[in-house]
């Protein structure tokens, strides 16, 4: 699926998310910057091979990403986001598993496993996982959100990032359906290939 930023969903089988604003973000070193999850509070847990709401627990599992994120690195990963965890204010990009293949580069066709939640809401938007196909499309700018282009570049294949988005780097107050306006987005990404 591809999500503009003028209206809804279009059926493409690819996340071709339209570039927002040209502002960019600091972005964390991947694999730095992993901040300790406390145990105590409220999260919303997000399955990324599935469609429904995202269930509650009292803890959090995974690899701390920030504060508020965390996420469980299995064969389809699981996203922890604190009930009222504040908006982000920079990107946030965090190796949470190595790769050893090719480097993605700007403008190289990537092929990539992904899923994508809301922040304020815990709720999965979009995902290859929950589709059961990987996508394929240009890592450029005017293809997709700001966050990725600035996020992605320099993942090895094989390797999963947790990408931060804060919401001048994604949609703004004009998302697409699924996403609150404003909202920062939390993506995990899987590189599986790149081409130029």
């Known amino acids: ?40 509070g409220s999260f919303l847990v997000t399955d990324c091979a599935s469609s429904g709401e995202p269930t509650e627990a009292d803890s959090a599992s995974g690899t701390a990403v920030t504060p508020d994120i965390s996420v469980l690195d299995e064969d389809v990963p699981t996203v922890y986001v604190r ?34 939640v809301g922040l304020a809401t815990g709720a999965l938007f979009d995902s ?8 394929t499309f240009p890592l450029s700018q005017g293809q997709l959100i700001q966050g990725w282009v600035d996020g992605i570049p320099g993942m090895q294949v094989g390797e999963r990032r947790v990408l931060v988005i804060p919401s001048d780097l994604a949609y703004g107050d004009n998302p697409p359906p699924g996403i609150e306006p404003g909202e920062t987005l939390v993506f995990v990404v899987e590189l599986l290939g790149t081409a130029q």
Not at 99 to 109: M, P, V
Not at 128 to 135: E, H, I, L, V
Request: charged share 15%.
């Open 1 to 40: 699926m591809s999500f503009n930023r003028r209206g809804g969903i279009a059926a493409v089988s690819c996340v071709l998310l339209v570039a927002t604003l040209s502002a960019c973000g600091d972005s964390t070193p991947a694999g730095s910057g992993a901040t300790p999850v406390a145990s105590e």
């Open 83 to 116: 009930e009222g965890a504040a908006p982000a204010a920079e990107l946030v990009s965090t190796e949470i598993r190595a790769g050893s293949g090719e480097q993605a580069a700007l403008d190289d066709i990537i092929t990539v496993e992904y899923c994508g």
């Open 128 to 135: 290859s996982w929950a589709r059961g196909t990987p996508a």
